[in-house]
């Protein structure tokens, strides 16, 4: 089974798959010097609430199917809290709470009225993935339909 029929299974596009080059250059087996594991990054915390058990003996996390499960069903839920690729990319990066924050403190609704109070790394994120899916599927990343 490919990643990107992972992802589908869960309704995302294949091709945000491309995520895990952003995040782990495609490397099942990096960490991250905060905790995150595998090809997709997830933290420890993370992982457990999709189901995953990184205190498991190998952390499954390092698992690539389990961790593009994980992190294709994490971006699904992600896109239908904010209803946006750009604001689900950039709570995957700088959290779910963070992002929800932010919003209700501008009265905003896309990624562009929070960015400048975004992180550094999350404001780069965001625009880094984005291009990373055009270049590597030839497709604009913001015309993606929502999951199903």
Same mark, same amino acid.
């Given at each position: 089974?490919?990643?990107?029929?992972?992802?589908?299974?869960?309704?995302?596009?294949?091709?945000?798959?491309?995520?895990?080059?952003?995040?782990?250059?495609?490397?099942?087996?990096?960490?991250?010097?905060?905790?995150?594991?595998? !090809?997709?990054? #997830?933290?420890? *915390?993370? @992982?457990?609430?999709?189901? +995953? =058990?990184?205190?498991? &003996?190998?952390?499954?996390? !390092?698992?690539? #199917?389990?961790? *593009?499960? @994980?992190?294709?069903?994490? +971006? =699904?839920?992600?896109? &239908?809290?904010?209803?946006?690729?750009?604001?689900?990319?950039? *709570?995957?990066?700088?959290?779910?709470?963070?992002?929800?924050?932010?919003?209700?403190?501008?009265?905003?609704?896309?990624?562009?009225?929070?960015?400048?109070?975004?992180?550094?790394?999350?404001?780069?994120?965001?625009?880094?993935?984005?291009?990373?899916?055009?270049?590597?599927?030839?497709?604009?990343?913001?015309?993606?339909?929502?999951?199903?």
């Amino acid at each position: 089974r490919s990643l990107k029929q992972v992802f589908q299974r869960h309704g995302v596009p294949g091709a945000w798959v491309w995520i895990a080059e952003v995040e782990s250059s495609m490397n099942p087996a990096a960490r991250s010097p905060a905790g995150a594991v595998g !090809l997709f990054q #997830l933290m420890p *915390a993370t @992982a457990r609430h999709l189901g +995953l =058990r990184p205190d498991a &003996r190998p952390d499954e996390r !390092l698992d690539p #199917l389990k961790n *593009a499960d @994980a992190a294709a069903r994490y +971006l =699904r839920h992600l896109h &239908r809290r904010f209803r946006s690729w750009p604001l689900a990319l950039a *709570a995957y990066n700088g959290g779910e709470g963070r992002v929800g924050k932010l919003l209700r403190e501008t009265g905003g609704s896309d990624f562009e009225a929070i960015r400048d109070r975004l992180p550094l790394e999350t404001r780069m994120y965001v625009p880094r993935v984005m291009e990373t899916v055009r270049l590597r599927e030839g497709v604009d990343p913001a015309a993606l339909p929502p999951p199903d």
